[in-house]
């Protein structure tokens, strides 16, 4: 289809709004991801310990955000696209994996905190977090040897969907071993609300590039396709919410606040029922 000179001029102007908008976007997320490393890293030093996941975590979202920036610039050497599409999947492989070490490290706290108080040393995260960073490594040789491109989407397709029952069942073996414990009660809302959110947004997020990878009818859809590349930028974005999760107090700030703006609306009403009555 050929465009006239206006139609040009509009496609040329939506994309310059397009590209401002994802750049301003980008941006801000990018800001944030720094402002919580920052925090982390404050925490680490008031409380002695070091919430080594999480920190990988972060650290696996920076390196998606600098991907990311990357393809918004579009430098003309297709090599340099590829080698950060190469490190874009490295990034988020990894912090797929670190988002299985969180709801882990949060079931064990809770299902076996005898095994969990004796051997919480520095030596077994740091043996686990290298494994996670070389796991990547080992999915991504087929895209570097120029693997078949069907093969490639059932390899990321079965990398991301093997997660999702282990969160799962994570989540369930949580609820029922809190049932049965003693832990205080903002700990409780503190480690379900944790599992939770990383349940809700890994299906989200991740469930459209499972279905794209393993239903070959679906595989040329671009509307599946689109809404699977759109949907897994913004994990990076989910994981930051997962921090703030994770911090002592945050959920009984949120409930809190709910429940203030319930009071408050509560009040209003019956306010306006006396006036009327």
Not at 240 to 258: H, P, T
Not at 262 to 271: A, C, F, L, P, V
Request: with cysteine; proline share 4%; aromatic share 14%.
């Amino acid at each position: 289809m050929i465009l006239n000179s206006n139609e040009k001029a509009t496609h040329l102007d939506q994309d310059k709004i397009f590209t401002h908008d994802f750049n301003v976007t980008h941006t801000n997320m990018f800001t944030t991801a720094l402002f919580t490393f920052t925090n982390v890293f404050l925490q680490v030093r008031n409380d002695h310990v070091a919430p080594i996941y999480v920190i990988n975590l972060l650290i696996s979202d920076l390196i998606q955000f600098c991907c990311m920036i990357v393809e918004v610039a579009k430098p003309e050497d297709w090599k340099i696209n590829e080698a950060f599409f190469s490190i874009y999947y490295f990034g988020l492989m990894a912090s797929v994996g670190f988002m299985v070490c969180v709801a882990l490290e949060r079931y064990l706290v809770i299902a076996c905190p005898l095994w969990y108080r004796f051997h919480r040393t520095i030596k077994i995260p740091i043996a686990v977090c290298v494994m996670v960073w070389a796991l990547p490594l080992v999915f991504l040789l087929p895209l570097i040897y120029d693997v078949d491109y069907d093969i490639l989407k059932i390899i990321w397709a079965v990398f991301f969907i093997l997660p999702l029952p282990l969160f799962i069942f994570v989540l369930g073996g949580t609820l029922k071993a809190l049932s049965a414990s003693r832990v205080p009660s903002d700990e409780k809302r503190r480690i379900i609300a944790v599992l939770v959110v990383v349940l809700i947004t890994y299906v989200l997020l991740f469930l459209p590039s499972i279905i794209w990878g393993l239903a070959e009818e679906h595989s040329y859809n671009d509307t599946l396709i689109d809404l699977s590349f759109t949907f897994i930028k913004f994990s990076p974005l989910a994981d930051l919410f997962l921090y703030v999760f994770i911090r002592k107090g945050a959920v009984d700030k949120i409930l809190a606040s709910l429940c203030c703006c319930t009071m408050e609306s509560n009040d209003i009403r019956e306010g306006l029922y006396q006036k009327l009555s």
